[in-house]
């Protein structure tokens, strides 16, 4: 069974840094891409990053190109969203999710599992 459960969300200032976690199982680590999305009150849930599972090729979306990096630990089986400089609009529940596409995508139709989401709120 393909599981996957997201941690480390929290309460933290503007300008500081969260990095959350997705641990995985169920599932050859390299066969499925991953993605990583959230969803603000009131508002659709978007794609924030995602990884391709063949080439390790990332994207981002506009917003958060350049303070969130998407990584993962092969021996824990464990993927990370390393957010930096957060803003109030970052605000949001997050979301990991896998793919059995190779190629990596924003979009969550894409995605075949997801995990439970871990909130994150950014005060200003």
């Known amino acids: 069974e393909v599981q996957l459960q997201a941690s480390g969300g929290g309460l933290v200032q503007a300008g500081g840094s969260l990095r959350l976690s997705c641990a995985t199982s169920?599932?050859?680590?390299?066969?499925?891409?991953i993605g990583w999305f959230r969803q603000a009150p009131g508002k659709e849930r978007e794609g924030v990053s995602c990884?391709?599972?063949?080439?390790?090729?990332?994207d981002y979306e506009d917003s958060v190109k350049g303070r969130f990096t998407i990584s993962s630990d092969r021996a824990k089986r464990t993927w990370y969203l390393q957010m930096n400089s957060l803003k109030p609009e970052d605000t949001a529940v997050y979301y990991c999710?896998?793919?059995?596409?190779?190629?990596?995508?924003?979009?969550?139709?894409?995605?075949?599992?997801w995990g439970q989401g871990t909130l994150v709120t950014v005060s200003s």
């Open positions: 999710a896998a793919s059995v596409r190779t190629d990596k995508s924003l979009f969550q139709r894409h995605y075949d599992y």
């Open positions: 169920g599932f050859t680590f390299d066969d499925y891409a």
């Open positions: 990884i391709s599972s063949n080439d390790g090729r990332t």
